[in-house]
Every structure is written in structure tokens, then in C-alpha cells.
């Protein structure tokens, strides 16, 4: 176990998806605005932090490998300061493409005696054009082609950065280059990840995106949809988490549940995130389909011990896969 995780600090894993800013202002209430029945929030403090793709980005950099990621943000004040702490988190800014055509996502919440009162999303989420996709793939390709890369990570939140078009192209790149692709997937794209080496939908996306209803309990039905879904995308394997029932791995070494294991859950945010990054530097250290989705479901379940979006402690990590 030590020796794959010694083996992550040598992965470059490329993260292709929708970044956004997760903006959070922190105060207090002490009385009702005179303008309208709506509580006024007194701010004490701001912070902005990374967040969509760029969560996942931070994910694989605690793990230890190299993370790139390649997406598009808006030419605007916010767009400036993702790239700011971009580079203060260290982190490469080559695969980011400035757009005239849509906003930088923010999504910002207010908290007052930590509870959040109002979240407000500053976004477009219309697929970006055919010359924009381009634009974006030939960054995507210039990446692969000047260095390894030993994964290639799909975050797709459905903010239109991801399109059809685009997931043909860098799937056909990675297969003729042998790189591991893996798919944190949303609704629009569903169906379109032909090819990958790792899907990774959890169980409200699989009911959506196959337009079935599967009782995690009942293994039979499980199986069932996941064989479904494996002959339409013909993806080398299939892991579909479970939240508090584990994972259910899918691949020619066989299938399985893996369960979860007993945790004091404080906050679910982030965890996908998680998961999809462990899975993805896990494989590309080469561990088999099943020691994969075993420490992934345990990255998965770590996070959720810690209030708000935080990524993995690889040496927690680590601890805990010593123990299993």
C-alpha cells in the first residue's frame, strides 16, 4: 500500500471540466433590513476558494501527482482572481482559455451562525461553440503531446465547458496515446463517454441518465442497470457509488459491492470530487479495478468527516487503506 501511494508522486493527471470560484462570505445577523422582511448580514469576512473541476484539481495535488487542469473561465475580475489562486495553490495555468463570450463561474454563500442563509450563482451554462471546443482541445492536445500524462479526468458539472464533440476528440487522443480516461459524469453528457476506461456515475445520475429506477439494496436491479449502462458506453469498467451502501465496481476482473464503512458524516460536499480524483491516480499507479474502488470509497467517506469542501490528507488516507 505504501509503495502505490509513494507511486502517486510520479502521475501527471490532467483534469479536463467546469471550474468555478466558490466565493463565501461570513457574518453575523443582529436585525431585519427596514427595506424588506429579510434578515441583513453584517460580513466579517471573505474568501474565495477553488471549486468545481478545480476541486478535483486540488484532490490529486494532495494526493500528491501533478495535476493540469484545461478549462475556460470569463475575461473578468473573477476570472483574474481564479487564476490568482491558482497560482498561489501552485498550480499550472496553461490549460485555462479566457472567453468574451461567458462569465467566470461564481458560486457565492452566505453564512451567519454557521448555517448558509442564500447561495447565489453568477453563471452560463450553455455548451460552448464548436470553434470554442476546438480551441480548448487544441490546449487538451498540445498538454498530452509536450509531456506524459498518465490519467485523464472528466469533471463534468454541466456548465457547457464539456461537449459531445469534445469527449470524442480526447477520447480518441487518449486511446491512441494508452491514457486512462475516467468520467465524473452529469445528465447532458451522459451517453456520450463512448469508449472511457472508468465511469463513475453515482446512483441519482444512473437512475437519470438511463431513465430507470434501481434499488441500490437489491443488487440484481444494480447489476442489471450497470450492465445496461456498460453495453451502451462499452467502458472498460463501471463504479457507481452509493453513498452510505458503498460502491459497486463493474469490470472484467468481476463485480462487487464494497461497502461503506461506519463514519461520522458531517458534510457530503466535495466527496465525488474525491473519489474521482483518487480513482483516476490510483489507476494510473496501476492498481486493479477493486484495491481502486476500495480506496477511492474510502477517500469518499474521509471527506465527509469535515465541514465544507476540503480535499483528501493523503497520509489519513493511507493510514486508513493500511488498515482495510
Not at 483534469?15 to 448580514?41: H, T
Request: neutral net charge; charged residues 25%.
Amino acid at each position: 500500500m505504501q509503495k502505490l501511494f509513494q507511486q502517486f508522486n510520479n502521475q501527471n493527471i490532467l483534469i479536463i471540466g467546469d471550474v468555478m470560484m466558490d466565493s463565501y462570505l461570513w457574518g453575523s445577523v443582529e436585525r431585519i433590513s427596514p427595506e424588506a422582511p429579510v434578515p441583513v448580514v453584517s460580513v466579517r469576512k471573505k474568501e474565495n476558494r477553488l471549486g468545481g473541476a478545480a476541486n478535483v484539481v486540488l484532490n490529486v495535488q494532495s494526493l500528491g501527482a501533478t495535476p493540469i487542469i484545461c478549462s475556460v473561465i470569463g475575461e473578468d475580475i473573477e476570472g483574474e482572481e481564479f487564476l490568482s489562486i491558482l497560482q498561489k495553490q501552485g498550480l499550472s495555468t496553461e490549460g485555462i482559455i479566457k472567453l468574451k463570450t461567458r462569465p467566470t463561474t461564481v458560486k457565492t454563500r452566505v453564512i451567519s451562525q454557521n448555517q448558509q442563509m442564500i447561495r447565489i450563482d453568477a453563471e452560463v451554462d450553455k455548451e460552448i461553440s464548436l470553434e470554442e471546443s476546438d480551441q480548448l482541445f487544441s490546449v487538451i492536445k498540445s498538454i498530452i503531446t509536450s509531456r506524459r500524462i498518465d490519467a485523464i479526468i472528466f469533471e463534468d458539472y454541466d456548465k457547457g465547458v464539456i461537449t459531445e464533440y469534445l469527449i470524442n476528440k480526447v477520447v480518441a487522443l487518449a486511446k491512441s496515446k494508452n491514457i486512462i480516461t475516467v468520467v465524473d459524469p452529469k445528465k447532458r453528457n451522459f451517453l456520450n463517454y463512448k469508449g472511457v476506461t472508468l465511469f463513475k456515475p453515482n446512483l441519482k445520475e444512473l437512475r437519470e441518465g438511463l431513465k430507470i429506477d434501481v434499488d441500490a439494496s437489491n443488487h440484481a436491479e444494480l447489476e442489471l442497470a450497470v450492465t445496461k449502462l456498460h453495453s451502451k458506453l462499452q467502458s472498460d469498467m463501471v463504479m457507481v457509488t452509493l453513498s452510505e451502501q458503498g460502491v459497486y465496481m463493474y469490470s472484467k476482473e468481476g463485480k462487487r459491492v464494497i461497502p461503506a464503512h461506519i463514519r461520522n458524516i458531517a458534510d457530503v460536499s466535495g466527496a465525488g470530487d474525491t473519489v474521482i480524483a483518487t480513482t483516476a491516480v490510483c489507476l494510473a499507479a496501476g492498481a486493479d479495478a477493486f484495491n481502486t474502488a476500495s480506496i477511492a470509497n474510502l477517500a469518499g467517506g474521509l471527506v465527509c468527516e469535515y465541514v465544507g469542501v476540503v480535499p483528501i490528507n493523503k497520509e489519513e488516507l493511507l493510514k486508513e487503506a493500511q488498515t482495510l
